[in-house]
């Protein structure tokens, strides 16, 4: 592994791609003690007070090797999951529509009384 690190800063490194010959390294960014690391935190935070109704959810891998090991998941053939750039290929306006419906079932004063900002400025983060 090799680090490119510069304080307060984004860092980058690298991990060895053996199944790869003509893409050796694979780069990680990572922001780790930047600002927007810190703002990243502050929105996870409040964020959590929301209760998503979403029946895709998966809320990590385990929970999906349950569901094929199940035996619920007969007319399953075959499936592939790549996370690459997945945040990046979600529309934009239809998430913000979703964490604003969200608040709106939490309730928007107890919303914005938790986070300390209006609904609408905490959106605009």
């Not at 980058?12 to 922001?31: E, L």
């Not at 090991?69 to 053939?77: A, E, I, P, V, Y």
């Not at 979703?98 to 905490?122: H, L, W």
Request: net charge negative.
């Amino acid at each position: 592994m090799t680090f490119l690190m510069l304080k307060n800063t984004f860092y980058v490194f690298f991990f060895a791609k053996t199944h790869k010959p003509d893409k050796h390294f694979r780069p990680i960014v990572s922001g780790r003690g930047t600002w927007q690391r810190q703002l990243s935190k502050f929105l996870q935070s409040k964020l959590s007070l929301l209760k998503c109704e979403d029946p895709y959810l998966v809320k990590n891998s385990n929970e999906m090797l349950e569901f094929v090991l199940s035996g619920n998941s007969d007319n399953l053939l075959d499936f592939s999951v790549d996370r690459k750039d997945v945040y990046y290929s979600l529309p934009h306006d239809i998430l913000l529509k979703s964490v604003e419906d969200c608040i709106d079932m939490f309730g928007c004063v107890a919303f914005e009384n938790s986070v300390g900002m209006a609904a609408d400025i905490f959106l605009e983060l």
